[in-house]
């Protein structure tokens, strides 16, 4: 499965990079989420990936009997996902404004006039 | 001592609040500062004469050893006395001649700043000190020079000069923190106790050739002599001043200076010998080509200070006392010459010296003046310049070995050319019948007159009485640049013998060469030709260059759009990381350590990998959004599968509400445009690609190095006993790191109200376009 997953965070990464050379602003919000998930994937696979096994200690005991799934990389990639969501939100939003002020959804149109003959 | 360098800068910075004063009623106090300053020095000759030195030391910074140390012994009194003594003069004299410039007040601002900067520079016994200083006068000098601001030559002549003594001063630096890292001391005093570690270091190479930089930028030697002639673009009081009696004279001062620690190598004798030498015969050939007043003088002061060079670099006693004596005798007769320009420049509007003729009936007391320093310089017997030409003379003569030959046969012929300059400079445009354009001048306000008349005559009462000079400056001069005693007396007559004959020969070949030098337009656009390869079309060229190549560079990185500067950033990571993947090594799978796969996982990977090709290629923004959720879905259950149920509760939470967003927010937007060419998509893909592989490679490589869990074991075993939970993630984010949570949860206000106000801010219409 990790080579899955393996494959799996490439292609996101290749997905992400690809949209963000785009011009269009939208895909490159969603180019910026794709890289997002795939370094979440990347996260995960640094600790080891473990099947069925969650960190919660069970009930009638106080530590651990079992081996359990590494915690820090979910707390991280915890972390990161809340954080992505800030970010994708506050974008998206902006995007709204940019396009209500300059009335397109391409990055070429936020160049000033003055710049784009260089 | 301290007080004469603060009183300077203490009146430039009074000019600021009290200019508007001092360009009219009070301008008469400007000359009262250096006047004060020179009868104080004048007061310490007969304390020095005695062989004393004083000291004067205040802490600054002890703990990096850079301390407010001032020294005062016979090399630093002789400039002091220059600096000084001609400042008053100048001061004088540029009061006049700037009568009624708009920026009456911040020339003086810039002459009193350069004036304590050149004192502190010749009194600092800190050789970091000693930097601060000499930077200040190039600052100071950079002013004066583009002090015309509405002229581009004269912006031009400043920039390259503030380039090249800047550039020259950063060298200097170099030089002077190696020297007191190798002796362990910043105090020039004490440098001369570790002559022996210095001399012997692996690093004395590269210490003599930063402090030759240094000195030689400033001293306007070959080949960076060519800012001096620039810097005439300055008013004449700041050329006399600064460009030919003192600053100019820093260079050779820090080589005097640091004489007793430095010389005696082969490297120091040869190097100064050379560029010295090749760079006084270069310029006294030169000035025999020009036909404006101040480029003679600029050319004849480069050759003089090639002398200064070229006899330290001999280093012999003779040579030493030669200098000492030099040093002076150019300084009186060469800003004599300058005023004088200055004055006919002044009255006539003109320096071309095939206009100017006939002036001494209309500006006697000038002729005067001029036609004493044209033959001080010229070294007619019983003025000044007689003694220091002998002494020169006597210095390449005593050269012990198979040089002196050679080496006087350079100064002879230096200073032929030196003579013939001199009379162009002092005599041609006084002599000879008057025009009738200058018939009405009439002689200018006497204290423009008096200093260059001053200045003059001493170069004949010094050459009359030298052993007075001799005993009481010169002596003490001449022992602190060679750290020992000199055994020098100055007398008129040295007898009948080689020097006389010599100096004989200079005048005589002098005069003949004035009489059939006759300079004009023409020969001036001969030398000019020689211009194309100089050092100064190879410096200006290199300077252009950098500034195109800046520009390109800038345009290239800087080019104002946005996929340009991910795709640098990209390839460059890319290529960063290839190189480090190619060195560490092969790719290594353990195939059993891995899980095994099952059908719903294969299923779901074929799902996001499809969703992520619609992502791609859709030109629909909804269908895009969508397949972006089912992505984010996917990963979601992925989580599920691999034991992290929080993960996948925030995933699912998380993705619904963007996608929730998206759909209401950008709705409206028009479906994506397609803007690129086919070209252009695969050129993206293939760097797509190309990153997704390297960073699949990683994660590979990371697969296979051992895991270290110590941190979460602690966090495992601890999750209950310190934490009282039992779900590990949440504890570790909302117990153990509780703090870093907080702060995420304040980014996430930030967010939040960024959202809400951009959502409420109204449109203006005028915001519209």
Not at chain 1, 90 to 107: G, N, Q
Not at chain 2, 28 to 41: E, G, H, N
Not at chain 2, 392 to 408: D, G, M, Q, R
């Amino acid at each position: 499965m990790e080579l899955l997953l393996v494959l799996v965070l490439g292609l996101l990464y290749a997905a992400g990079v690809y949209l963000i050379l785009r011009r269009s602003m939208v895909k490159l919000l969603l180019g910026i989420m794709l890289l997002g998930n795939g370094t979440n994937i990347l996260i995960f696979l640094l600790g080891s990936i473990t099947k069925g096994k969650p960190p919660v200690i069970d009930s009638n005991h106080n530590v651990f009997q079992d081996i359990y799934a590494d915690p820090i990389p979910q707390a991280l990639i915890l972390t990161a996902i809340v954080i992505s969501f800030a970010l994708t939100a506050f974008a998206i939003v902006l995007l709204k404004r940019v396009y209500a002020l300059v009335d397109s959804d391409d990055l070429d149109d936020l160049n000033t006039p003055e710049e784009e003959d260089i | 001592m301290l007080f004469t360098i603060l009183l300077g800068l203490i009146s430039s910075i009074l000019l600021i609040p009290f200019g508007k004063r001092f360009k009219s009623s009070w301008s008469i106090l400007l000359p009262f500062v250096p006047t004060v300053l020179f009868i104080y020095y004048l007061g310490y000759i007969p304390k020095v004469a005695s062989g004393l030195t004083y000291f004067q030391e205040i802490n600054w910074v002890p703990s990096l050893g850079v301390n407010f140390n001032l020294k005062l012994d016979g090399l630093s009194l002789l400039f002091c006395l220059l600096i000084t003594g001609i400042g008053t003069g100048i001061f004088f004299y540029a009061r006049t001649y700037l009568k009624g410039h708009p920026y009456f007040d911040r020339f003086f601002g810039y002459l009193y700043l350069f004036m304590s900067a050149m004192l502190g520079l010749v009194l600092s016994d800190n050789i970091l000190l000693l930097f601060i200083f000499w930077e200040l006068t190039s600052i100071s000098s950079f002013f004066l020079i583009g002090f015309n601001n509405d002229q581009e030559a004269s912006r031009k002549s400043a920039m390259t000069a503030l380039t090249i003594t800047g550039m020259g001063g950063f060298f200097l630096l170099a030089g002077l923190i190696l020297i007191g890292n190798v002796a362990g001391t910043f105090k020039i005093s004490e440098l001369i106790e570790y002559r022996d570690v210095i001399l012997n270091h692996p690093q004395y190479p590269l210490i003599l050739g930063l402090i030759f930089l240094g000195a030689f930028t400033k001293s306007a030697q070959f080949p960076f002599h060519f800012w001096l002639p620039g810097a005439m673009k300055a008013p004449t009081p700041v050329s006399a001043y600064l460009h030919s009696a003192t600053m100019v004279k820093a260079g050779i001062y820090l080589l005097a200076r640091f004489f007793p620690v430095l010389s005696g190598t082969d490297l120091w004798t040869y190097t100064l010998m050379g560029i010295g030498g090749f760079t006084m015969l270069y310029s006294a050939i030169h000035s025999l080509f020009r036909i404006d007043l101040k480029s003679i003088l600029a050319f004849t002061t480069i050759s003089a200070l090639g002398m200064l060079v070229f006899l330290l670099g001999i280093g012999t006693k003779q040579a030493v006392i030669a200098a000492s004596v030099f040093i002076l005798v150019h300084a009186l007769y060469k800003a004599t010459l300058f005023l004088v320009t200055g004055i006919v420049d002044h009255e006539t509007g003109t320096r071309d010296i095939t206009r100017l003729s006939g002036l001494k009936k209309v500006l006697g007391p000038v002729a005067l003046a001029a036609g004493l320093a044209a033959l001080s310089s010229a070294g007619l017997p019983s003025t000044f310049g007689f003694i220091g030409k002998d002494l020169i003379y006597e210095a390449t003569l005593h050269v012990e070995s198979h040089w002196i030959l050679i080496l006087t046969v350079i100064a002879v012929a230096t200073n032929i050319c030196l003579v013939a300059a001199g009379f162009m400079a002092g005599f041609k445009p006084f002599i000879g019948s008057l025009p009738q354009e200058f018939e009405k001048l009439h002689l200018p306000y006497k204290s423009m007159w008096i200093p260059p008349l001053i200045l003059g005559g001493l170069g004949l009462i010094f050459g009359l009485f030298p052993g007075f000079i001799g005993n009481y400056l010169s002596y003490q001069t001449a022992n602190s640049i060679y750290a020992g005693d000199t055994e020098m007396h100055l007398a008129i007559w040295h007898g009948f013998n080689t020097v006389l004959i010599l100096s004989l020969v200079t005048l005589a070949a002098g005069t003949f060469l004035y009489f059939i030098n006759k300079p004009s337009a023409e020969k001036v656009g001969f030398i000019e030709k020689f211009e194309k390869i100089s050092p100064q079309q190879i410096f200006t060229g290199y300077a252009n260059d950098i500034v195109k190549f800046s520009e390109r560079f800038t345009n290239f990185f800087h080019n104002g759009y946005l996929r340009s500067y991910h795709m640098k950033i990209i390839l460059f990571a890319e290529g960063l990381l290839i190189y480090k993947l190619w060195q560490s090594g092969p790719i290594k799978i353990v195939f059993d350590n891995l899980t095994p796969l099952t059908i719903y996982e294969v299923a779901v990977v074929i799902i996001l990998l499809g969703a992520l090709l619609i992502v791609v290629s859709t030109p629909s923004r909804l269908t895009s959004v969508v397949a972006m959720s089912v992505i984010g879905y996917c990963i979601c259950l992925m989580y599920v599968f691999y034991s992290a149920p929080d993960l996948a509760m925030t995933q699912f939470t998380i993705d619904t509400l963007s996608t929730v967003l998206f759909v209401l927010v950008l709705y409206k937007l028009p479906s994506f445009l397609n803007l690129a060419s086919a070209r252009e998509r695969y050129r993206d893909s293939i760097v797509a690609l190309g990153f997704g592989a390297i960073l699949s490679i990683i994660a590979l490589k990371v697969l296979y190095e051992p895991i270290k869990t110590e941190t979460s074991d602690f966090y495992g075993e601890n999750a209950y006993i310190l934490a009282k939970g039992k779900n590990v993630v949440n504890l570790i984010l909302a117990d153990f790191r509780g703090i870093d949570t907080m702060f995420e949860t304040v980014v996430l206000g930030i967010a939040a109200l960024g959202v809400y106000s951009l959502l409420k801010l109204r449109l203006k219409s005028s915001e519209k376009e």
